[in-house]
């Protein structure tokens, strides 16, 4: 078949690149333990290729002068024993080598047969579907059930011991679970585009499955081939073991080892020394499995190479010079940014993340308070440290790969930074709640509402019983509006509506009347009209109860419907904060600003739709400066020089920006 | 749900007379059985008579329904060489066999997960190097192996324990013990994958920012969340204990159906292996189907649909 060569470049199912072999390689010479069991390995191949050249023609005869002597002895005649002598005198380490063939080389067999086959039936399953599929499914899974060494031991027995018949019988048992395997990838590959392409420029099946589908499966096939085959060893071994497998006098590490039983209250190293041989060389085949999984596989590679930056850019973040503490003057500032009265306020806190391109600066000395009974919106895009900053203070970064740089989380006077994890816990949804965006994520699913509800009453009030919990959580439901709740309060998250579950989540959060409700997205996830709902639920909670609500959003149309304050956050700093309608009608930060005029429901009065040109810059590489100027259609020189501080435009209301006054001003 | 079940009743027979055919064809390749019986020395006659007596001067197919129906009945003919009921003599053996995987499977799971679990939990401490040395090594181990080299330690050279034999409690010990190093580091090391995994979900975050203690998080939501696939794989062990151990009862003496089935495969007691096959078979299709029923009971996201 002639393709012209751009027709087979997209034809060309993707391979092994060069750089796998290097890495392969760079592998194998740094781990000392892969490189000996590539060389264990490599002596048992020279064991079978050589062994007529290793092997005297004598090894089988007797000598009885030296019967069981034990290893590093010497006989008679001056003669060196490495691993001693069996129990008829001949050299033991002569008796492992002859049987290293008649051990490894049925597995060998039994495997090639088991991948062809696996591979042959499992693509063939997978690519043609339909009836083939379901029969051939069938055929699999009543391998599966029939026991395996059953099997084995009645052909075995039936047709008697062979060499050959171990092999098929070995084979039998490894084909299906490649070929499962493949029949998996084969479906999946079966949609992707290089076959389809082929299918339109007429491929034949045969030559689909044979060019395209085959290949593409060969890389995890070799390591899952490559473990099974380390099991066939030890099968191998088992049925020699029980004289069902390689017969005398034809010689296997498995018959030494049975052999060697009869002897084992005299001489323990006729059992101890083969058994050896099998575990170290099954032992290096599965190390040779896992180093391949490690170096081919794209998805394990990518795994192991964030694990091992993430370790580096950690010990790296201790380098990092970190900026000094915020003087008295910034403290001011903050003053003005924190109400006094502030029950919960976050103090110039930094967050990093490890990441596998270095550490994420995901919080950047961000500070914000908020007062009792106030609803504190941050906002911002995706990114720009507003979630981590709710996860910093709930105490739930993610480990190990991130942790609070420096700065405080002060409520009721105590920095909850400082404070012991179990204390920590005792204000963790209980004074401070969190409710999360995604609520079916973060309900345990094989758990009730009801259990969820008690659960989290009964941790933080103590001498509670079940049964007051259990009516209290009816009662919380009722609140949150759950229609029927005693009804469905033994019902599993997965049989809510996305609405409901959001409400069970508000309900948990305010079990315990909490101080501070920090409600993260929690609309985002949900259509229009629920959205209005729990924004509607939340404001009623908190006029009934009084407590302060930090709503954190990217939804601009939420935050001027339901807050009383904002604080706006870019690439992980505060940009502007102020009472909501100051920032909506007239923010002092072109960020606000041109965030406005992106939003529908803000913008529409005014008349026009514009997005913010580019994308917000990542945590590990930020530009100078003011970190919105690549961005900004105000900037000038001095914004990609210097980062405009946090500083006081008007009473109540703070900008980082250094033409704020003129942002202020400016309308449009 | 009740459909659910019959289909899986319905299999679950289906697989059984499919063992049955398997074994009956599979066991007419072993060799005539009557000169089996009777030895060399046997008159044309007396091979008569026998064959007669054992249907089996019949055609195939006839001998073949004849097996099926007798089996149906519970009657797989006399053993060859003990003179009695073959079903009788592996239900005899049973026992054992529960005895030694049950206590087995008690000795394995709680410490297998219990590494598992705290290697997830202290992600790059010492425990987790230990339980992924572990199960490298314990998939590398051949399980003869251990068995003769615990007997060589414990039994010859130190003298605690007996190298075989049934009855009493210490000779559960060394079988247990091997069959225990084999299969902690596999169950540890799927212990520790999925409850990592768990731990990564939103809801143990969630659960944390409830202040709710790790121990709590730890058990009802991460390990709850894991129980999934480490049950899979324990039931798969107990699945392959109870249908016979065959090499750790052959080298242990433990008179469980294992070693049952290989002394009847070695003596060709034709009635005796259909026996064992048959009830290996049937204990596998019924602990295949609770396990699936339990999934239902582990998932409460199936258990609706």
Redesign the interface.
Known sequence: MSAPPSTSAILTAPRTKPTTRRQLATSARRDPLILISLIWLLLIAAAIVLRDVVLPSDYQDAALANRLLPPLSTDADGAFYLFGTDSLGRDYLTQLIAGTTATVLPAVAAIIVGFVLGIAIGSTAGFIGGRVDAGLLRVMEFQVVFPPLLLALLVLTSVGPSVWVLVIVLALGSWVGLARVSRGMALELRELSFVDAARVIGSSRAQIISRHIAPNLLTPLLVLGTLEFAGLLLASAGLDFLGLGVQPPETSWGLLVAKGRESITTAWWLVAIPGLTIFMTTLAVNIVALWLRDNLDLEQKSRILARSHAKRSATFAQEEPVPPQTTNAASAVHASAVPASAILHVDDLWVEFATDRGVAKAVRGVSWGVAPGEVLAVVGESGSGKSVTARAVMNVLERPQSHVRRGAIWYDGVDLIGLDDNRRRKILGNEIALVQQDALAALNPTMTIGAHLVEVIRNHQHGVTKKAARARAIELLTQVGIPDPAGRVDDFPHQFSGGMRQRVLIAMAIANSPKVLIADEPTTALDVTVQAQIVTLLLELRARTGMSIVLITHDLSLVSEAADRVVVMYAGRVMETGAVRDVVDRPAHPYTRQLLASTPDVAAPRGRLTPIPGTPPSAVRLPSGCPFNPRCELAQDICRELRPPEHVVAIGRTSACHFAEEVVGHRD | MLIYSLKRLAAAFL?IF??LT??FF??Q??GDPVTLVLGDTATPTQIAAVRARLGLDQPLLQQYWQFLVNAAQGSFGDSFWQQQPALQIVFSRLPATFLLAGVAMLVMVPIGVLLGVIAAYR??SWIERLVNVLS??S???????VA??L??VFA?TLRWLPTSGYGEPQHLVLPVATLSLLQIGVLAQITRTSVAEQLQ???V?????????PV?VML??AL??ALIPIFTVAAGMLI?LM?GA??TE??FGWPGIGRL??QA??D?DLPL?QAT?FV??SI??VL?LLVDLAYVR????VR?Q
């Open positions: 697989v499919l063992v398997a074994i599979v066991t390749l072993l992600q790059g490298i090594v998939s590398s181990l051949v399980n003869f192996w003769l080299m007997i060589l010859v979900s939103q809801f975050s969630a659960a944390r920012a409830r202040g709710l203690s709590r009802r939501y709850r969340n392959g249908t065959v090499i052959v080298v089935l290989l495969i070695q060709g292996i096959v290996s078979a596998l299709v295949t582990l998932n409460p996201r609706i």
